[in-house]
């Protein structure tokens, strides 16, 4: 199983700053993998595939960045809406599928 | 755009089996995976499992002796049973669209997701 571990767990940052997530996998994923972000009682949603790749509707203020075992989320200047819980997630080598722990980016 | 919306009792007592429904609306439940995530209270995402139009199926390793993932096409629902329970069991159960593609296996989009909370 590949082991995802995400970075700081909790990220205290002012708006219009910008924030930097890390996503490390135990083996290599190659680029195949997603960012997801999540807000309170709310469904996750998916922000980024294939390591780089905005979904649809994702603003340009997110990016990612990486490959292999070393991955990286950027949020270029943090609006008040972008405060959530980012996950990381490989798809790989699976099964099964399987989520980092999660980046919680709260307001500084 | 697909929607998905997760259904089935909040409340299950130790050492019974958890079940739950998926309802897809605005799409077709054919050409993806459809799968099962669950997430503690306050705790990370974990995968339970896929299944497919045809009812091909594939499950964590970690939950696969208690995990049966079942689909009614003519419905458009897919359906979660998780047996004998434990109180390690209780976590908010999210239903989600997988990319049946190789090398496309994304979750988009997810339901709101349910509270079953284990307990008796």
């Known amino acids: 199983e590949i082991v995802m571990t995400q970075s700081p767990a909790t990220l205290s940052i002012s708006p219009g700053e910008r924030a930097t997530l890390s996503c490390r996998a135990s083996q290599s994923v190659s680029r195949h993998l997603a960012w997801y972000q999540q807000k309170p009682g709310q469904a996750p949603r998916l922000l980024m595939y294939?390591?780089?790749t905005r979904a649809t509707g994702i603003p340009a203020r997110f990016s990612g960045s990486g490959s292999g075992t070393e991955f990286t989320l950027t949020i270029s200047s943090l609006q008040s809406e972008d405060f959530a819980v980012y996950y990381c997630q490989q798809y790989h080598n699976w099964p099964p599928l399987t989520f980092g722990g999660g980046t919680k980016v709260e307001i500084k | 755009q697909v929607q998905l919306q997760e259904s089935g009792p909040g409340l299950v007592k130790p050492s019974e089996t958890l079940s739950l429904i998926c309802t897809v609306s605005?799409?077709?439940?054919?050409?993806?995976?459809w799968s099962w995530i669950r997430q503690p209270p306050g705790k990370g995402l974990e995968w339970i499992g896929y299944i497919d139009d045809s009812g091909s199926t594939n499950y964590n390793p970690s939950l696969k002796s208690r995990v049966t993932i079942s689909v009614d096409t003519s419905k458009n629902h897919f359906s979660l049973k998780l047996s004998s329970v434990t109180a390690a069991d209780t976590a908010v159960y999210h239903c989600a669209r997988l990319g049946a593609v190789i090398l496309t296996n994304w979750f988009d989009p997810w339901g709101q997701g349910t509270l079953v909370t284990v307990s008796s």
């Open positions: 605005g799409g077709s439940i054919s050409s993806y995976y």
């Open positions: 294939g390591a780089a």
